[in-house]
């Protein structure tokens, strides 16, 4: 194969990724691939989110304590890993939403001039 196309589309901003996926877990608690389908469908499918992204930044999100994680069953009956939003994951997504509005409005500013 020629050039090589990763299942994730836009490549994100550093920590982009980890708060759309603790915003889709401020709703509630969710499996990965429920997360990942959240994402793309509030996007209006703009944002794709692959395996190799997502399950890296939801380690991350552990690591951090923003998230902890439970075996649970799915609706199909699958067995599945399932994230829920701590304290301290909602102080972030805090924290990083209004850093992501001030980079926005200055990119904004640039792009108008």
């Known amino acids: 194969m020629g050039t090589h196309?990763?299942?994730s589309s836009p490549d994100f901003?550093?920590?982009t990724l980890e708060m759309l996926i603790l915003k889709t877990l401020s709703r509630g608690h969710n499996h990965g691939w429920g997360i990942a389908q959240?994402?793309?469908q509030v996007s209006k499918d703009s944002l794709k989110i692959g395996e190799g992204s997502l399950?890296?930044?939801?380690q991350?999100?552990?690591l951090n304590?923003?998230?902890?994680?439970?075996?649970g069953v799915t609706e199909n009956?699958?067995?599945a890993r399932y994230y829920r939003i701590t304290a301290a994951g909602r102080k972030q997504l805090d924290?990083?939403?209004r850093s992501f509005e001030f980079l926005l409005a200055g990119i904004a500013r640039v792009m108008e001039a």
């Open 5 to 7: 196309k990763s299942d």
């Open 13 to 15: 901003l550093p920590g």
């Open 38 to 40: 959240h994402i793309q």
């Open 55 to 58: 399950y890296p930044a939801l």
């Open 60 to 62: 991350r999100l552990l």
């Open 65 to 71: 304590d923003y998230v902890e994680a439970h075996w």
């Open 77 to 79: 009956n699958r067995r």
């Open 95 to 97: 924290q990083e939403k």
